[in-house]
Protein backbone atom coordinates (compact mmCIF):
# COMPACT_ATOMS: atom_id res chain seq x y z
CA UNK A 1 0.00 0.00 0.00
CA UNK A 2 1.18 2.89 -1.16
CA UNK A 3 1.39 6.48 0.79
CA UNK A 4 -0.89 9.02 -0.63
CA UNK A 5 1.68 11.96 -0.83
CA UNK A 6 -1.14 14.45 -0.06
CA UNK A 7 -2.02 12.77 3.09
CA UNK A 8 0.34 14.50 5.33
CA UNK A 9 -2.05 17.19 5.25
CA UNK A 10 -5.30 15.02 5.98
CA UNK A 11 -7.13 14.13 9.05
CA UNK A 12 -7.27 10.20 8.93
CA UNK A 13 -10.40 9.01 10.91
CA UNK A 14 -12.14 5.31 11.06
CA UNK A 15 -14.78 4.74 8.96
CA UNK A 16 -17.12 3.02 11.73
CA UNK A 17 -17.54 5.93 14.28
CA UNK A 18 -17.65 8.54 11.02
CA UNK A 19 -20.24 6.27 9.77
CA UNK A 20 -22.18 6.54 13.15
CA UNK A 21 -21.53 10.09 13.44
CA UNK A 22 -23.02 11.35 10.19
CA UNK A 23 -25.82 9.02 10.49
CA UNK A 24 -26.62 10.78 13.43
CA UNK A 25 -26.81 13.94 11.89
CA UNK A 26 -29.84 12.59 9.39
CA UNK A 27 -31.30 10.87 12.40
CA UNK A 28 -31.38 14.13 14.25
CA UNK A 29 -33.26 15.90 11.32
CA UNK A 30 -35.70 13.21 11.40
CA UNK A 31 -34.79 11.01 9.31
CA UNK A 32 -35.63 7.01 10.51
CA UNK A 33 -32.42 4.96 11.06
CA UNK A 34 -32.60 2.99 7.66
CA UNK A 35 -32.78 5.82 5.41
CA UNK A 36 -29.90 7.67 7.59
CA UNK A 37 -27.83 5.09 6.84
CA UNK A 38 -28.59 4.40 3.05
CA UNK A 39 -27.37 8.42 2.63
CA UNK A 40 -24.00 7.96 5.10
CA UNK A 41 -23.32 4.91 3.07
CA UNK A 42 -23.39 6.69 0.01
CA UNK A 43 -21.37 9.77 1.07
CA UNK A 44 -18.93 7.97 3.00
CA UNK A 45 -18.39 5.60 0.19
CA UNK A 46 -17.35 8.75 -2.14
CA UNK A 47 -15.21 9.74 0.46
CA UNK A 48 -13.27 6.35 0.69
CA UNK A 49 -13.59 5.86 -3.22
CA UNK A 50 -11.47 9.22 -3.80
CA UNK A 51 -13.94 11.07 -4.34
CA UNK A 52 -14.23 13.55 -1.43
CA UNK A 53 -15.87 16.28 -3.29
CA UNK A 54 -19.27 13.66 -3.13
CA UNK A 55 -18.21 12.76 0.44
CA UNK A 56 -19.08 13.98 3.50
CA UNK A 57 -17.91 17.15 2.89
CA UNK A 58 -21.83 17.58 1.49
CA UNK A 59 -22.98 17.66 5.32
CA UNK A 60 -22.58 21.38 6.09
CA UNK A 61 -24.51 22.50 3.06
CA UNK A 62 -26.93 19.93 3.14
CA UNK A 63 -27.39 20.92 6.66
CA UNK A 64 -27.98 24.47 5.44
CA UNK A 65 -30.38 23.10 3.26
CA UNK A 66 -32.24 21.25 6.04
CA UNK A 67 -32.09 24.42 8.20
CA UNK A 68 -33.65 26.34 5.14
CA UNK A 69 -36.86 24.02 5.15
CA UNK A 70 -35.59 23.07 1.09
CA UNK A 71 -35.18 19.13 2.48
CA UNK A 72 -37.51 17.61 4.70
CA UNK A 73 -37.53 14.10 5.90
CA UNK A 74 -41.19 13.56 5.30
CA UNK A 75 -41.03 14.81 2.16
CA UNK A 76 -40.57 11.03 -0.03
CA UNK A 77 -40.26 9.90 -3.76
CA UNK A 78 -43.41 8.59 -5.34
CA UNK A 79 -43.09 6.33 -8.62
CA UNK A 80 -45.79 8.19 -11.24
CA UNK A 81 -44.92 5.43 -14.11
CA UNK A 82 -44.64 1.64 -14.04
CA UNK A 83 -45.40 0.56 -17.54
CA UNK A 84 -42.99 -2.26 -18.38
CA UNK A 85 -39.35 -1.48 -18.73
CA UNK A 86 -40.88 2.17 -18.54
CA UNK A 87 -40.20 3.92 -14.81
CA UNK A 88 -40.39 7.21 -14.30
CA UNK A 89 -39.88 8.34 -10.16
CA UNK A 90 -41.01 11.91 -8.82
CA UNK A 91 -38.57 12.00 -6.02
CA UNK A 92 -40.09 15.28 -4.74
CA UNK A 93 -37.18 16.57 -3.61
CA UNK A 94 -36.59 13.99 -0.96
CA UNK A 95 -33.27 12.48 0.02
CA UNK A 96 -31.68 11.93 -2.61
CA UNK A 97 -29.55 8.98 -1.97
CA UNK A 98 -32.42 7.28 -0.73
CA UNK A 99 -34.44 8.02 -3.97
CA UNK A 100 -31.64 7.00 -6.11
CA UNK A 101 -30.68 3.75 -4.71
CA UNK A 102 -34.84 2.72 -4.59
CA UNK A 103 -34.57 3.58 -8.61
CA UNK A 104 -31.79 1.79 -8.84
CA UNK A 105 -33.03 -1.20 -7.39
CA UNK A 106 -36.33 -0.77 -9.34
CA UNK A 107 -34.15 -0.68 -12.51
CA UNK A 108 -32.38 -4.30 -11.69
CA UNK A 109 -35.85 -5.70 -10.84
CA UNK A 110 -37.37 -4.19 -13.86
CA UNK A 111 -34.48 -5.22 -16.08
CA UNK A 112 -34.29 -8.84 -14.37
CA UNK A 113 -38.32 -9.27 -15.46
CA UNK A 114 -37.62 -7.58 -19.02
CA UNK A 115 -34.16 -7.48 -19.58
CA UNK A 116 -33.92 -3.68 -19.72
CA UNK A 117 -34.92 -0.72 -18.00
CA UNK A 118 -35.36 3.16 -17.86
CA UNK A 119 -35.89 4.10 -15.17
CA UNK A 120 -36.08 8.28 -14.42
CA UNK A 121 -35.68 9.80 -10.85
CA UNK A 122 -36.91 13.37 -11.60
CA UNK A 123 -36.95 16.35 -9.03
CA UNK A 124 -35.30 14.44 -6.34
CA UNK A 125 -32.35 15.99 -3.86
CA UNK A 126 -28.91 15.62 -4.78
CA UNK A 127 -28.26 11.99 -5.19
CA UNK A 128 -24.31 12.41 -4.39
CA UNK A 129 -21.89 10.15 -6.60
CA UNK A 130 -23.61 8.03 -9.21
CA UNK A 131 -20.81 5.62 -9.65
CA UNK A 132 -22.12 4.10 -6.49
CA UNK A 133 -25.73 3.44 -8.32
CA UNK A 134 -23.67 2.42 -11.26
CA UNK A 135 -22.18 -0.15 -8.82
CA UNK A 136 -24.94 -1.36 -7.84
CA UNK A 137 -26.34 -2.54 -11.13
CA UNK A 138 -22.57 -4.04 -11.97
CA UNK A 139 -22.20 -5.98 -8.88
CA UNK A 140 -25.90 -7.57 -9.76
CA UNK A 141 -24.35 -9.14 -13.18
CA UNK A 142 -25.76 -5.65 -15.45
CA UNK A 143 -25.20 -2.94 -17.41
CA UNK A 144 -25.41 0.23 -16.14
CA UNK A 145 -25.34 3.78 -17.70
CA UNK A 146 -27.04 6.78 -16.22
CA UNK A 147 -27.60 10.52 -16.94
CA UNK A 148 -28.02 13.01 -14.78
CA UNK A 149 -28.72 16.89 -14.76
CA UNK A 150 -28.37 19.17 -11.84
CA UNK A 151 -31.42 21.66 -11.27
CA UNK A 152 -32.06 23.64 -8.18
CA UNK A 153 -29.67 26.67 -8.49
CA UNK A 154 -27.81 28.48 -10.94
CA UNK A 155 -25.78 27.09 -13.61
CA UNK A 156 -22.26 26.96 -13.84
CA UNK A 157 -20.70 25.46 -16.38
CA UNK A 158 -20.48 27.26 -19.64
CA UNK A 159 -21.48 25.35 -22.72
CA UNK A 160 -18.31 25.44 -25.71
CA UNK A 161 -17.95 29.10 -27.45
CA UNK A 162 -19.81 30.55 -24.52
CA UNK A 163 -18.61 32.84 -21.77
CA UNK A 164 -21.78 32.10 -19.77
CA UNK A 165 -23.42 28.97 -17.66
CA UNK A 166 -26.01 27.51 -18.87
CA UNK A 167 -25.92 24.09 -17.66
CA UNK A 168 -24.36 22.42 -14.63
CA UNK A 169 -22.06 19.70 -14.16
CA UNK A 170 -24.25 17.16 -15.18
CA UNK A 171 -22.55 13.63 -14.84
CA UNK A 172 -22.77 10.79 -16.80
CA UNK A 173 -21.61 7.43 -15.56
CA UNK A 174 -21.07 3.61 -17.31
CA UNK A 175 -20.62 0.14 -15.23
CA UNK A 176 -20.25 -2.99 -17.03
CA UNK A 177 -19.82 -6.42 -14.40
CA UNK A 178 -16.26 -8.28 -14.45
CA UNK A 179 -15.21 -11.61 -13.48
CA UNK A 180 -14.10 -11.55 -9.69
CA UNK A 181 -12.88 -7.74 -9.65
CA UNK A 182 -15.09 -4.36 -9.29
CA UNK A 183 -16.95 -3.09 -12.47
CA UNK A 184 -15.61 -1.71 -15.39
CA UNK A 185 -17.24 2.38 -14.08
CA UNK A 186 -16.68 5.46 -15.90
CA UNK A 187 -18.01 8.14 -13.49
CA UNK A 188 -17.27 11.78 -14.54
CA UNK A 189 -18.94 15.36 -14.17
CA UNK A 190 -19.18 16.64 -17.91
CA UNK A 191 -17.79 19.63 -16.74
CA UNK A 192 -13.85 19.80 -16.62
CA UNK A 193 -14.09 19.59 -12.63
CA UNK A 194 -17.11 19.18 -10.58
CA UNK A 195 -18.06 22.31 -8.61
CA UNK A 196 -17.13 20.21 -4.92
CA UNK A 197 -13.68 19.39 -6.24
CA UNK A 198 -13.44 23.06 -6.85
CA UNK A 199 -14.96 23.47 -3.19
CA UNK A 200 -12.36 21.14 -1.87
CA UNK A 201 -9.32 22.38 -3.76
CA UNK A 202 -10.53 25.86 -2.00
CA UNK A 203 -10.84 24.59 1.33
CA UNK A 204 -7.04 23.25 0.68
CA UNK A 205 -5.96 26.45 -0.37
CA UNK A 206 -4.91 24.17 -3.94
CA UNK A 207 -5.15 26.16 -7.07
CA UNK A 208 -6.45 24.06 -10.20
CA UNK A 209 -5.09 23.68 -13.63
CA UNK A 210 -5.61 27.10 -15.61
CA UNK A 211 -8.30 27.09 -17.53
CA UNK A 212 -10.83 24.39 -15.85
CA UNK A 213 -12.36 27.38 -14.21
CA UNK A 214 -13.16 31.00 -15.71
CA UNK A 215 -13.81 34.35 -14.36
CA UNK A 216 -17.20 36.28 -13.90
CA UNK A 217 -15.89 37.70 -17.46
CA UNK A 218 -15.36 34.39 -18.77
CA UNK A 219 -11.56 34.60 -18.39
CA UNK A 220 -9.22 31.56 -17.79
CA UNK A 221 -8.32 31.19 -14.25
CA UNK A 222 -6.41 28.59 -12.06
CA UNK A 223 -8.45 30.19 -8.47
CA UNK A 224 -11.26 27.94 -7.31
CA UNK A 225 -12.10 31.01 -5.62
CA UNK A 226 -14.04 32.48 -8.86
CA UNK A 227 -16.96 29.70 -8.01
CA UNK A 228 -17.55 31.95 -4.61
CA UNK A 229 -17.12 35.57 -5.64
CA UNK A 230 -19.56 38.15 -6.20
CA UNK A 231 -19.91 37.98 -9.11
CA UNK A 232 -19.44 34.25 -9.78
CA UNK A 233 -17.39 32.31 -11.69
CA UNK A 234 -17.76 29.06 -13.77
CA UNK A 235 -16.08 25.85 -15.14
CA UNK A 236 -15.49 25.37 -18.44
CA UNK A 237 -16.93 21.60 -19.81
CA UNK A 238 -14.48 18.95 -20.81
CA UNK A 239 -13.23 17.98 -24.32
CA UNK A 240 -14.09 21.22 -25.89
CA UNK A 241 -17.03 20.45 -27.52
CA UNK A 242 -18.22 17.17 -27.10
CA UNK A 243 -18.11 17.71 -23.81
CA UNK A 244 -20.38 20.26 -24.07
CA UNK A 245 -22.64 18.22 -26.16
CA UNK A 246 -22.36 15.38 -23.64
CA UNK A 247 -23.35 17.45 -20.93
CA UNK A 248 -26.54 18.79 -23.03
CA UNK A 249 -27.26 14.80 -23.80
CA UNK A 250 -27.20 14.50 -19.78
CA UNK A 251 -30.05 17.46 -19.47
CA UNK A 252 -32.33 16.12 -22.56
CA UNK A 253 -31.70 12.50 -20.98
CA UNK A 254 -32.43 13.14 -17.54
CA UNK A 255 -35.28 15.93 -17.55
CA UNK A 256 -36.63 16.23 -21.49
CA UNK A 257 -37.34 12.23 -21.76
CA UNK A 258 -40.52 12.09 -18.62
CA UNK A 259 -40.48 15.93 -18.12
CA UNK A 260 -38.56 16.16 -15.13
CA UNK A 261 -37.72 19.99 -14.60
CA UNK A 262 -34.42 21.17 -16.78
CA UNK A 263 -31.81 23.64 -15.62
CA UNK A 264 -33.33 26.80 -17.07
CA UNK A 265 -36.55 25.88 -15.19
CA UNK A 266 -35.70 27.12 -11.66
CA UNK A 267 -32.72 28.22 -10.20
CA UNK A 268 -33.71 29.14 -6.83
CA UNK A 269 -34.87 26.25 -5.25
CA UNK A 270 -32.71 26.65 -2.60
CA UNK A 271 -30.95 23.32 -3.03
CA UNK A 272 -29.22 21.42 -5.53
CA UNK A 273 -31.73 18.83 -7.31
CA UNK A 274 -30.87 15.99 -9.76
CA UNK A 275 -32.40 14.13 -12.39
CA UNK A 276 -31.23 10.59 -12.55
CA UNK A 277 -32.14 8.63 -15.78
CA UNK A 278 -30.75 4.40 -15.83
CA UNK A 279 -30.53 2.29 -18.30
CA UNK A 280 -30.01 -1.21 -17.00
CA UNK A 281 -29.65 -4.20 -19.18
CA UNK A 282 -29.28 -7.71 -18.70
CA UNK A 283 -26.54 -8.70 -20.88
CA UNK A 284 -27.57 -12.16 -21.06
CA UNK A 285 -30.48 -11.19 -22.55
CA UNK A 286 -28.34 -9.52 -25.77
CA UNK A 287 -25.43 -11.86 -25.94
CA UNK A 288 -25.36 -14.25 -29.14
CA UNK A 289 -21.94 -15.61 -28.33
CA UNK A 290 -20.88 -17.69 -25.69
CA UNK A 291 -18.68 -15.62 -23.64
CA UNK A 292 -19.95 -14.00 -20.50
CA UNK A 293 -20.32 -10.04 -20.73
CA UNK A 294 -17.47 -10.64 -17.34
CA UNK A 295 -15.08 -12.35 -19.10
CA UNK A 296 -15.15 -10.14 -22.15
CA UNK A 297 -15.16 -7.27 -20.26
CA UNK A 298 -11.83 -8.70 -18.37
CA UNK A 299 -10.16 -9.39 -21.72
CA UNK A 300 -10.93 -5.69 -23.04
CA UNK A 301 -9.92 -4.34 -19.49
CA UNK A 302 -6.04 -6.03 -19.84
CA UNK A 303 -6.14 -5.60 -23.61
CA UNK A 304 -6.04 -2.11 -22.83
CA UNK A 305 -3.58 -2.35 -19.73
CA UNK A 306 -0.88 -3.36 -22.10
CA UNK A 307 -0.36 -0.81 -23.66
CA UNK A 308 2.82 0.58 -22.90
CA UNK A 309 2.71 2.85 -20.02
CA UNK A 310 3.97 6.73 -21.65
CA UNK A 311 6.75 8.52 -19.76
CA UNK A 312 6.01 9.56 -16.14
CA UNK A 313 3.13 7.04 -15.88
CA UNK A 314 3.44 3.80 -13.33
CA UNK A 315 0.70 1.88 -15.13
CA UNK A 316 -2.42 2.14 -16.85
CA UNK A 317 -5.70 2.00 -15.64
CA UNK A 318 -8.89 1.67 -16.76
CA UNK A 319 -12.24 2.99 -15.51
CA UNK A 320 -13.04 1.90 -12.07
CA UNK A 321 -8.94 1.09 -11.13
CA UNK A 322 -8.30 4.44 -9.19
CA UNK A 323 -11.00 4.10 -6.81
CA UNK A 324 -10.73 0.20 -5.84
CA UNK A 325 -6.69 1.33 -5.62
CA UNK A 326 -8.45 4.59 -3.28
CA UNK A 327 -10.47 2.09 -1.45
CA UNK A 328 -7.43 -0.49 -0.74
CA UNK A 329 -4.99 2.03 0.36
CA UNK A 330 -7.33 3.54 3.05
CA UNK A 331 -8.19 0.29 4.42
CA UNK A 332 -10.88 0.98 7.03
CA UNK A 333 -10.41 4.72 7.25
CA UNK A 334 -11.11 7.43 5.85
CA UNK A 335 -9.02 10.91 4.93
CA UNK A 336 -10.60 14.22 5.12
CA UNK A 337 -9.32 17.98 4.67
CA UNK A 338 -9.06 19.59 8.45
CA UNK A 339 -11.17 23.07 7.21
CA UNK A 340 -13.98 20.74 5.59
CA UNK A 341 -13.98 18.35 8.84
CA UNK A 342 -14.09 21.68 11.09
CA UNK A 343 -17.14 22.50 8.75
CA UNK A 344 -18.73 19.45 9.41
CA UNK A 345 -18.30 19.32 12.66
CA UNK A 346 -20.13 23.26 13.17
CA UNK A 347 -22.78 21.49 10.98
CA UNK A 348 -23.24 18.50 12.98
CA UNK A 349 -23.36 20.88 16.44
CA UNK A 350 -26.13 22.98 14.71
CA UNK A 351 -28.17 19.48 14.46
CA UNK A 352 -27.08 18.84 18.25
CA UNK A 353 -25.25 16.09 17.18
CA UNK A 354 -21.65 16.41 19.50
CA UNK A 355 -19.82 13.01 19.61
CA UNK A 356 -17.35 13.86 17.26
CA UNK A 357 -14.82 10.75 16.41
CA UNK A 358 -11.31 11.47 17.22
CA UNK A 359 -8.87 12.00 14.26
CA UNK A 360 -6.25 8.42 14.65
P1 LIG B 1 -12.99 12.33 -12.27
O1 LIG B 1 -12.53 13.45 -13.15
O2 LIG B 1 -12.14 11.95 -11.10
O3 LIG B 1 -13.17 11.05 -13.22
C1 LIG B 1 -13.56 9.87 -12.63
C2 LIG B 1 -13.63 8.79 -13.69
O4 LIG B 1 -12.42 8.69 -14.42
C3 LIG B 1 -13.80 7.45 -12.99
O5 LIG B 1 -14.53 6.61 -13.83
C4 LIG B 1 -12.37 6.96 -12.83
O6 LIG B 1 -12.28 5.56 -12.68
C5 LIG B 1 -11.77 7.43 -14.14
N1 LIG B 1 -10.33 7.68 -14.04
C6 LIG B 1 -9.71 8.55 -13.23
N2 LIG B 1 -8.38 8.51 -13.41
C7 LIG B 1 -8.16 7.58 -14.37
C8 LIG B 1 -6.97 7.09 -15.01
N3 LIG B 1 -5.76 7.52 -14.69
N4 LIG B 1 -7.11 6.13 -15.95
C9 LIG B 1 -8.34 5.67 -16.29
N5 LIG B 1 -9.50 6.10 -15.73
C10 LIG B 1 -9.39 7.05 -14.77
O7 LIG B 1 -14.47 12.55 -11.74
P2 LIG B 1 -15.28 13.91 -11.64
O8 LIG B 1 -15.65 14.40 -12.97
O9 LIG B 1 -14.53 14.83 -10.74
O10 LIG B 1 -16.59 13.41 -10.88
C11 LIG B 1 -16.50 13.02 -9.50
C12 LIG B 1 -17.78 12.50 -9.00
O11 LIG B 1 -18.73 13.54 -8.93
C13 LIG B 1 -18.43 11.40 -9.84
O12 LIG B 1 -18.62 10.29 -8.98
C14 LIG B 1 -19.76 11.99 -10.28
O13 LIG B 1 -20.82 11.04 -10.31
C15 LIG B 1 -20.01 13.01 -9.20
N6 LIG B 1 -20.89 14.11 -9.61
C16 LIG B 1 -22.15 14.14 -9.12
C17 LIG B 1 -22.98 15.21 -9.45
C18 LIG B 1 -24.39 15.32 -8.93
O14 LIG B 1 -25.03 16.32 -9.17
N7 LIG B 1 -24.90 14.34 -8.24
C19 LIG B 1 -22.51 16.23 -10.30
C20 LIG B 1 -21.22 16.13 -10.79
C21 LIG B 1 -20.41 15.07 -10.43
Partial sequence: MSADPTSAKLICLETAPVQQFVASIFRAAGWNAADSKVATDCLIGSDRAGHASHGIGLIPM????????????????????????????????SLGQVGARDATLKGIATARQHGIALVNLIDSHHVGRIGHYGEMVAREGFVGMFWVNV??????????GAREPRFSTNPHCVA???????????????????????RVAFAKGEKVRHGTLLDHQGRPTDDPGVLWANPR??????????????????ELMSAVLAGGPLVADQDEAGAILNNMTALVI????????????????DRMVE?????AAADGVDAVLTPGEPEQINRARLGSRIEIDPATWSDICKAAAKMGVSDVPRAI
Fill in 62 to 93: YVDTIKSGCLKPEWTAQTIKDDGPFVVINGRR
Fill in 151 to 160: HGRKPTVVPF
Fill in 233 to 250: GSIATFGLHKGSGLAIVC
Fill in 176 to 198: IPRRGADPFLLDFATAEMAVNKA
Fill in 303 to 307: WVKSA
Fill in 282 to 297: DPRRMAVGDEPIEAAT
